[in-house]
């Protein structure tokens, strides 16, 4: 069983940067494949980010490539999503998630691919 936190959420303006974190109990943490999805009002939640395990491959979301960084600290039971020059339309609730996968580089992009998630942290950004 693994029990996610997240932080650093707030309010920016467009252009912006915050940096996310989830941070996870449990000592497996190292064979977790992680992901960042996130919620507007009134939209179903959408993946942003995910990170396999050892951190191997990352991958992203065509909206948020090359703004967004993913990346994880094993040593510290936590993943971390970097935001930069963030736009109106990324304001949402971001939540992350995560899934047992040791050995195992695949992409999971879907809701439904992961067991564990966190309660979310608000992020808004002003125009």
């Known amino acids: 069983q693994v029990q996610l936190q997240e932080s650093g959420g707030g309010l920016v303006q467009a252009g912006g940067s915050l940096r996310l974190s989830c941070a996870a109990s449990?000592?497996?943490?190292?064979?977790?494949?992680m992901g960042w999805f996130r919620q507007a009002p009134g939209k179903e939640r959408e993946f942003v980010a995910a990170i396999s395990w050892r951190g191997v491959n990352t991958y992203y979301a065509d909206s948020v490539k090359g703004r967004f960084t993913i990346s994880r600290d094993d040593a510290k039971n936590t993943v971390y999503l970097q935001m930069n020059s963030l736009k109106p339309e990324d304001t949402a609730v971001y939540y992350c998630?995560?899934?047992?996968?040791?050995?195992?580089?695949?992409?999971?992009?879907?809701?439904?691919?992961?067991?564990?998630w966190g309660q979310g942290t608000q992020a808004t950004v002003s125009s």
């Open positions: 449990g000592r497996t943490f190292s064979s977790y494949a």
């Open positions: 998630a995560g899934r047992n996968s040791p050995y195992d580089y695949s992409r999971y992009l879907r809701t439904s691919d992961y067991v564990y």
